[in-house]
């Protein structure tokens, strides 16, 4: 079939290999414009458009698909579908009524839960016990059209949001390939969201990133995991040079309990409402590489007593 594909980051990668390894006519791919990034702050194309630039593919990155002129680009593709995935731009529904398919959307989660736009993060955050992808078409409203395809992920103890996030990008590659092979078959089917069970995953905010002690170990654990790898989760403490903010990007529930937001052993656990966690990935600002809790606190000179803020 002829593909428009529209993504931007990482996770919208090999499902973009997949179309094209399947033999799918990629007539365009839309991403995000390059940002600038790095030291010496060059303009850096989106892994969709190094991955389009691989392929040999057209590549569009407007900046809005609400004029005129977008639409009557679009309508050029002559696409049989527009497949979409993270792609970062609302489609208006001039957009959304051009492919003879329409616009089918991978979705990180299991909806009706998690729509919006950290559905991964949120999963984590909420201690969720499985996540997964679906294949949906897209209507005006928030990830509430029909959902065709799901495929479904158990979350382990002490997964990160990163993790997730990479068992479920070659999931969802083979979701849509499947899907799509189904759509030119004339086979797939799509139901409505149940109405019920509905979640919205906000976006995430830096206020969400100070880490709470006074919460439930447990809870305190989903969130650090949750934040991983990006925004990462942190506290802040006095190293001898001022307050520092230190980032938490892996953790786990320990025994133990305390004043929250004490340390009480030299391997990194810190003392919460209920219970307690261990820190076992931790990173300073200004440094390369992370330490598990027990190298930070040596590294430091910090002792069981110490307050973490």
């Not at 892994?47 to 569009?60: E, F, K």
């Not at 051009?98 to 979705?107: A, D, E, V």
């Not at 509430?144 to 382990?156: D, I, K, Q, S, Y």
């Not at 606190?297 to 007593?305: K, V």
């Amino acid at each position: 079939m002829r593909v428009v594909f529209m993504g931007t980051p990482d996770f919208a990668v090999p499902t973009l290999a997949r179309l094209a390894a399947d033999g799918h006519d990629i007539a365009a791919v839309y991403t995000r414009a390059p940002a600038r990034a790095g030291r010496g702050l060059t303009l850096r194309p989106s892994p969709v458009h190094a991955q389009a630039d691989r392929l040999g593919a057209p590549v569009l990155t407007p900046a809005t698909l609400r004029d005129p002129e977008a639409a009557e680009t679009f309508a050029g593709h002559a696409a049989d579908v527009a497949v979409v995935v993270a792609y970062g731009l609302l489609l208006p529904q001039a957009i959304l009524d051009l492919p003879r398919h329409g616009c089918l959307n991978l979705h990180g989660s299991l909806l009706p839960r998690w729509r919006g736009a950290a559905p991964i993060q949120r999963a984590v955050m909420a201690g969720d016990a499985e996540s997964g992808v679906g294949v949906m078409r897209m209507e005006a409203g928030l990830d509430t059209g029909p959902v065709a395809m799901e495929a479904r992920v158990a979350l382990r103890p002490g997964m990160t949001a990163g993790d997730l996030h990479d068992a479920l990008m070659p999931v969802g590659a083979d979701l849509m390939g499947r899907a799509l092979r189904a759509l030119e078959a004339g086979t797939l089917a799509f139901v409505p969201q149940a109405e019920v069970g509905v979640l919205y995953a906000r976006k995430i905010t830096n206020d969400e990133a100070r880490i709470d002690w006074a919460q439930p170990a447990a809870a305190v654990a989903a969130r650090i995991n949750g934040l991983s790898p990006f925004p990462g989760a942190f506290f802040e403490i006095d190293l001898g040079k001022g307050r520092e903010r230190v980032k938490v990007l892996h953790a786990r529930g320990a025994d133990g309990s305390g004043e929250p937001g004490t340390l009480i052993d030299t391997e990194g656990s810190v003392a919460c409402a209920a219970g307690a966690v261990r820190l076992l990935e931790i990173r300073r600002a200004g440094k390369a590489g992370a330490a598990s809790g027990g190298e930070f606190l040596r590294g430091t000179r910090l002792t069981p007593g110490a307050r973490l803020a």
